[in-house]
T-cell receptor, first 113, second 113 residues
Framework: DAGVTQSPTHLIKTRGQQVTLRCSPK?????VSWYQQALGQGPQFIFQ???????QRGNFPDRFSGHQFPNYSSELNVNALLLGDSALYLC????????????FGPGTRLTVL | GDSVTQMEGPVTLSEEAFLTINCTYT??????LFWYVQYPGEGLQLLLK?????DKGSNKGFEATYRKETTSFHLEKGSVQVSDSAVYFC????????????FGQGTTLQVKP
């Protein structure tokens, strides 16, 4: 049973660039959430996708956007990168909106220079 | 808003010592409570959960009891191993079933042989 997978593992970008991160949920899961984890901190909720729509959003600017595809996989896009966007980006999935247990992928380490 | 507070780390123990990591929460409703573990360079793994007052979550020798009267969910293990060295995160599901997990800042555990 494949767990949550994310790609790429690591990414280096420069300020002002744009980045796309990808996530495939655990088998049987249709809900995907994204979190940002700065070094030494707990994860912070970015947004959640269900039925290809953004259902909930955390306190992140519009530079952060996402998409969910019919096969439930998801992308996180960040535009106009800032140094402060350097973090581990975690994807989590769950089997529906009513289930509050989320299973996390290994993350994508983004470094902005 | 809802929040989670964990004890400051790092916690350094000798192998076979007893472990307690304190976690308290603030929530307007009746959230589910979680402990996640993060090993170096990896994503978060669900360790255990509890969904209502007086529930005890347990896994791999770790336990935590949902204490509504003290708004606490302390993590315990009777005998730690070197392999338990990791960062431990306490989390709750935000009231209103928003799909958002709110995390504490994490507690680093170092177990020495």
């Amino acid at each position: 049973d494949a767990g949550v997978t994310q790609s790429p593992t690591h990414l280096i970008k420069t300020r002002g660039q744009q980045v796309t991160l990808r996530c495939s949920p655990k088998s049987g899961h249709d809900t995907v959430s994204w979190y940002q984890q700065a070094l030494g901190q707990g994860p912070q909720f970015i947004f959640q996708y269900y039925e290809e729509e953004e259902r909930q959003r955390g306190n992140f600017p519009d530079r952060f956007s996402g998409h969910q595809f019919p096969n439930y996989s998801s992308e996180l896009n960040v535009n106009a990168l800032l140094l402060g966007d350097s973090a581990l980006y975690l994807c989590a999935s769950s089997p529906g909106l009513a289930e509050d247990t989320q299973y996390f992928g290994p993350g994508t380490r983004l470094t902005v220079l | 808003g809802d929040s989670v507070t964990q004890m400051e780390g790092p916690v350094t123990l000798s192998e076979e010592a007893f472990l307690t990591i304190n976690c308290t929460y603030t929530a307007t409703g009746y959230p589910s409570l979680f402990w996640y573990v993060q090993y170096p360079g990896e994503g978060l793994q669900l360790l255990l959960k509890a969904t209502k007052a007086d529930d005890k979550g347990s896994n791999k020798g770790f336990e935590a009891t949902y204490r509504k009267e003290t708004t606490s969910f302390h993590l315990e293990k009777g005998s730690v191993q070197v392999s338990d060295s990791a960062v431990y995160f306490c989390a709750l599901s935000e009231s209103g079933n928003t799909g958002k997990l709110i995390f504490g800042q994490g507690t680093t555990l170092q177990v020495k042989p």
